[in-house]
């Protein structure tokens, strides 16, 4: 059975720089059926897609995003990453990673739990 | 992008019941990119649906989906009480995009 679990700080400083892993169980990420994405959601807002990476290092960006993410995949620990640079008590939300099933279909098949980043001084 | 609009906002319904969330794309959605989850308080999202009408495993036949181009429709046939969540939408085309969601709340 998949995990992923999410791993990182939980309190982040405004204007410095988000990083979170996903760690990958029960599976690897040099599948070549999926991509590893990243979604946050504010408290009691809605989702978000952040972006997605494809083993090969390939990866994807919410346009309203792509200035400030970097996601990066690391098959080697079998395990993907998030950065978020410059933040603002709007990036505070609970962080998911995600793998998203690719061509001919995508979708969110497995989540991890969650990880709750607050930006605060 | 694409913009998802999911309604109603909240569906107030007793168990028993049968629920209907929309989900509008404002441009044409292939069917294969669009998805449907179930979020409980404090839970990851859940799949339920793919391609637009195609349950996930562990699904039950309660749940269904159909639409194409624009209108996409979950439908809970029948609510049992483990039902009563947020459901979101999903579509991938030149982009990834969520709907804001749909509270199923018990009346």
């Known amino acids: 059975q998949l995990q992923l679990q999410e791993s990182g700080p939980g309190l982040v400083k405004p204007s410095e720089t988000l990083s979170l892993t996903c760690s990958v169980s029960?599976?690897?990420?040099?599948?070549?059926?999926?991509?590893w994405g990243w979604i946050r959601q504010p408290p009691g807002k809605g989702l978000e897609w952040i972006g997605s990476?494809?083993?090969?290092?390939?990866?994807y960006y919410n346009p309203s995003l792509k200035s400030r993410v970097t996601i990066s995949v690391d098959t080697s620990k079998n395990h993907f990453s998030l950065k978020l640079i410059s933040v603002t008590a709007a990036d505070t939300a609970v962080y998911y990673c995600a793998r998203l099933t690719r061509l001919p279909l995508y979708y969110f098949d497995y989540w991890g739990q969650g990880t709750l980043v607050t930006v605060s001084s | 992008e694409i913009v998802l609009t999911q309604s109603p906002g909240t569906l107030s319904l007793s168990p028993g019941e049968r629920a209907t969330l929309s989900c509008r794309a404002s441009?044409?959605?292939?069917?294969?990119?669009l998805a449907w989850y179930q979020q409980k308080p404090g839970q990851a999202p859940r799949l339920l649906i793919y391609g637009a009408s195609s349950r996930a495993t562990g699904i039950p036949d309660r749940f269904s989906g159909s639409g194409s181009g624009t209108d996409f429709t979950l439908t809970i046939s029948r609510l049992e009480p483990e039902d009563f969540a947020v459901y979101y939408c999903?579509?991938?085309?030149?982009?990834?995009?969520f709907g804001g969601g749909t509270k199923v709340e018990i009346k």
């Open positions: 441009q044409s959605v292939s069917s294969s990119y």
């Open positions: 999903q579509q991938y085309g030149n982009s990834l995009t």
């Open positions: 990476i494809y083993y090969s290092g390939n990866a």
């Open positions: 029960g599976g690897s990420t040099t599948s070549g059926n999926y991509y």
